[in-house]
T-cell receptor
Framework: DAGVIQSPRHEVTEMGQEVTLRCKPI?????LFWYRQTMMRGLELLIY????????DSGMPEDRFSAKMPNASFSTLKIQPSEPRDSAVYFC?????????????FGAGTRLSVL | SQQGEEDPQALSIQEGENATMNCSYK?????LQWYRQNSGRGLVHLIL?????REKHSGRLRVTLDTSKKSSSLLITASRAADTASYFC???????????FGKGTKLTVNP
């Protein structure tokens, strides 16, 4: 099993540019989570999907952030326009349905630097 | 907002010693987990303990849960340099798939 796959691993962009982060969850997992990790704020949940439907987006910082899950094997997190304060590591995670639905499997993350 | 808070924030020990990390949380839970994060990598699930359990073991890991005190501890016995990582506790939210993570304990095991 390839695990959760995120791309790109690193992204450097200039303020005002659009950034798109991508995630492929583990096959058979029906929940997908987007997190942001910074030294100051730790690991924050941005949004999560269940069966491709957004369930809780209360952690999305503002309208500049959007996330989609068009099918069970792909999700994107878009920032438009990007700002320096968006610099962070963004993680995607997925989980199985059932009694172990809380056990999450994380991708390697995308390190975003906005100059 | 963080639900779990780990203590200490950082811990440095010698190889072969035991490492104990603590986690406190605020609201009632169904389960609590511990995850490890190596530098520059994603989090990896270590162990899950349910609210009706008091202690659980997995290899060199021992986790305890005290729901009356809203606290948990993670003990790593006979530590190795490869255990150097950050360790996070995570609690479920209202029975949903959602987790809330603490800020973690950074463990350094010196060879």
């Amino acid at each position: 099993d390839a695990g959760v796959i995120q791309s790109p691993r690193h992204e450097v962009t200039e303020m005002g540019q659009e950034v798109t982060l991508r995630c492929k969850p583990i096959s058979g997992h029906n929940s997908l989570f987007w997190y942001r990790q910074t030294m100051m704020r730790g690991l924050e949940l941005l949004i999560y999907f269940n069966n491709n439907v957004p369930i809780d987006d209360s952690g999305m910082p503002e309208d500049r952030f959007s996330a989609k899950m068009p099918n069970a094997s792909f999700s994107t997190l878009k920032i438009q326009p990007s700002e320096p304060r968006d610099s962070a590591v963004y993680f995607c995670a997925s989980s199985l349905p059932g009694p172990n639905k809380n056990i999450q499997y994380f991708g390697a993350g995308t390190r975003l630097s906005v100059l | 907002s963080q639900q779990g808070e780990e203590d200490p924030q950082a811990l440095s020990i010698q190889e072969g010693e035991n490492a104990t990390m603590n986690c406190s949380y605020k609201t009632s839970i169904n389960n609590l987990q511990w995850y490890r994060q190596n530098s520059g990598r994603g989090l990896v699930h270590l162990i899950l303990i349910r609210s009706n359990e008091r202690e659980k073991h997995s290899g060199r890991l021992r986790v305890t849960l005290d729901t009356s005190k809203k606290s948990s501890s993670l003990l790593i016995t006979a530590s190795r340099a490869a255990d150097t990582a950050s360790y996070f506790c995570a609690t479920d939210v209202d029975g949903s798939e959602k987790l809330v993570f603490g800020k973690g304990t950074k463990l350094t095991v010196n060879p």
